[in-house]
């Protein structure tokens, strides 16, 4: 199991209450989540390090983190499966991308006079 934070910042950022603390969860077969929690200002003891902090949201989370791993340890792999998309959203990709191109055209044009992006 690897756990990442990726989200650590004081929260609400106006008027904080605490810090807002968020972890990725990526497992061995491939599945992943994401937690998060705030540790409260008010819980904290002046000087705790960043360090000290994540380590209080974990703590936090450590009974959730392990329940949702204990249920997804032993489903299958999902990485490498081919999915089928039907065909209105391939339709759909489709005029976002000649969209975008166009865009980009545009942009050349008015920036670099007709140089293609």
Avoid at 1 to 25: C, H, S, T, W
Avoid at 27 to 55: P, W
């Amino acid at each position: 199991m690897q756990l990442k934070v990726i989200k650590y910042r004081l929260y609400p950022e106006d008027n904080p209450i605490g810090y807002a603390v968020g972890f990725n969860v990526r497992l061995e077969n491939g599945r992943s989540f994401y937690a998060h929690t705030i540790v409260d200002l008010e819980d904290l003891e002046e000087g705790k390090t960043d360090e000290e902090i994540i380590q209080i949201a974990y703590e936090q989370l450590e009974g959730h983190i392990a329940d949702k791993v204990a249920t997804l340890a032993y489903a299958p792999s999902i990485e490498g499966i081919e999915i089928n998309i039907d065909s209105e959203y391939e339709v759909k990709v489709i005029e976002i991308d000649e969209r975008v191109t166009n865009l980009e055209n545009i942009v050349g044009t008015l920036l670099y006079g007709g140089v293609d992006l």
